[in-house]
């Protein structure tokens, strides 16, 4: 059976794709993944994508809709049946991405309103702050597309960071400089930036979702992994951090451009290092940084 074949198989069918999985010899496919079957190679149920998941042999299970050897099931029974952890987490993730509202609609229900989604950008480069963003959207907010800034283009992310700060009830940068990374460590600056980036919000959040990182604020807190996918309201934050420190990256790189911030934004590429190595670190280095920390030893020596 070809890809072809499949596809032609799917459309005569009354099935709603974005709520089944496809369950074969050796395959577990989801919208919008991509997975190995044992001829053909399935690229989503209804469109052609190139994310990709790795899973174990998964039985045929019962109460399934066939189609030439391969099941169809609703995403919910096959959770209930399904054993491996990882597979549940990643199907977990998937479903979490096709609604990334579901957090703030839960939080809602419990009478938050002002719920602000938070996330950093720039715990790894060499050089520069860590910046965080802080944002509150309205019931109304409506931006297709957006998701973590990493998976989005240069272009989207400027149009999206503008129609943000737009249709935002309200929102707040926090910068932490390289001198206080360096004083207190990058994980605790980050969370500094946070607290900044909250404090700075005109309107306060009465609830905050953070990618992963706990906070200890007056209000609750929720932190979500993978949460720049999973909320909208951190995806948001995400774009506005990472446009700001891009930005001042990108200034920086006129004064220096040897180290060709514009391209690397301080993350230690070859070109990077290769400049350190040559024309030496500058005082927005982070010196406690491995390569930065490496070539003051030498220069001790």
Request: glycine content about 4%; aromatic content about 8%; overall charge positive.
């Amino acid at each position: 059976m070809t890809k072809k074949e499949l596809f032609e198989k799917l459309s005569k069918i009354n099935i709603d794709t974005s709520k089944y999985i496809v369950v074969g010899d050796a395959s577990l496919v989801c919208h919008g993944v991509i997975s190995k079957c044992d001829k053909i190679k399935i690229q989503s149920i209804v469109s052609y994508t190139n994310k990709e998941i790795e899973v174990e042999t998964v039985k045929k299970l019962e109460k399934s809709d066939e189609i030439n050897n391969y099941f169809f099931q609703k995403v919910e029974n096959y959770l209930k049946n399904c054993t491996d952890k990882t597979i549940i987490k990643k199907v977990e993730l998937y479903l979490d991405c096709l609604d990334t509202y579901k957090n703030e609609r839960e939080l809602k229900k419990e009478g938050y309103s002002l719920i602000g989604g938070v996330d950093e950008v720039g715990r790894g480069p060499l050089v520069g702050p860590v910046v965080a963003a802080c944002c509150i959207l309205p019931d109304n907010f409506n931006l297709e597309g957006l998701t973590d800034s990493k998976k989005l283009s240069e272009k989207k992310r400027d149009y999206f960071f503008e129609e943000i700060k737009r249709q935002a009830i309200s929102y707040g940068i926090g910068i932490v400089d390289e001198k206080r990374i360096d004083e207190i460590n990058i994980y605790q600056a980050t969370k500094e930036a946070m607290i900044q980036a909250i404090n700075n919000c005109q309107i306060k959040p009465d609830c905050v979702l953070t990618d992963a990182m706990k906070l200890d604020l007056d209000i609750p807190v929720k932190p979500i992994i993978k949460g720049d996918l999973r909320s909208i309201t951190i995806s948001a934050a995400s774009v506005l951090a990472k446009v700001t420190r891009d930005r001042m990256m990108y200034e920086l790189d006129k004064k220096y451009p040897m180290y060709d911030f514009k391209n690397n934004v301080g993350y230690p590429t070859k070109k990077h290092l290769e400049a350190i190595n040559k024309y030496g670190i500058i005082k927005e280095h982070r010196k406690s940084y491995g390569p930065v920390k490496d070539y003051l030893e030498n220069e001790k020596k």
